[in-house]
């Protein structure tokens, strides 16, 4: 409407009684205003700004790794068990207020980008979970996403949805944790013996995790920040002793504590969709002669 000239023909009683330049005056003052008020309200409703990085707020960013060793469990004449300390990320969000039909999600989204994770059984062999894709250097980085809440690494404390229109500011709260609680077979997994032969277990295994604000019609992504971590576990088994005394912790008790980068770092594609981790990995039997053997193949 703007620059739009509008002239109007109005007869009526109060008008005709003015004298005519004063008539003419009122009329034209009145569409004028009339034009201009449409014009503003136009403004407000139609160019709204668009969210930005530079407005919204991150504080109270928290990324660590629990003070604590990893637990070894005996309980089971079957299988180890162990469980390493908590990684947890978490922060405070302030998200600007959000225009019409728009609807951002703000939460974790994390990728494994190494993995070596062995246990040994004496001089017969050792087995291995393996993610083939990384492992070959196909792909840089494997979505470890829950499964179902791609690309997020879960859909309850991990994320946080804004649907528009939204007046003011948004404050929230988004957090993570994860850790690794496997079991291990004390005999030879492709075995029918239960003799136990299981002699170490090796693990390393590190990760990318972002904080993120994605808007799910457009898909535009505002990463806000990127944090690196990684998990060791280094496991000695005397198989001969009883259960309950065969393992022990190994190496380093404590885990170093994430790093928060000072630069964002971009996702990658495999980390924004299937399969996740859990269904790609591989759990390999590979004799000390002789070829390797899939026991247990990709989901």
Known sequence: MHGLTVWVLVESRSAVLLPRPVRLSWLLLT??????????????AC????IKRENIVVYDLSATIDHCPTVIEENSPIVLRYKTPYFKASARIVMPPIPRNETWVVGWIQACTQMEFYNTYGDVGMSSWELPQLREGLVRAISDSDGVSYPWYGNTTETVTIVGPTSKPSRFIVSMNDNFYPSVTWAVPVSESNTPLLTNIKRDQSFTTWLVALNTMSRE?????TIKWRMRVDIVVDPSLPLGSRARLVGRVHQDQPRVLTRMEPIPPNAMGRPNANDAQVLMWRPRRGPPLVVIPPK
């Open 221 to 225: 992504k505002i990463l806000l920040h």
């Open 31 to 44: 569409i004028t205003f009339t034009c201009t008020a449409m014009g503003c309200i136009q403004s407000i």
């Open 47 to 50: 160019n709204k700004s668009r």
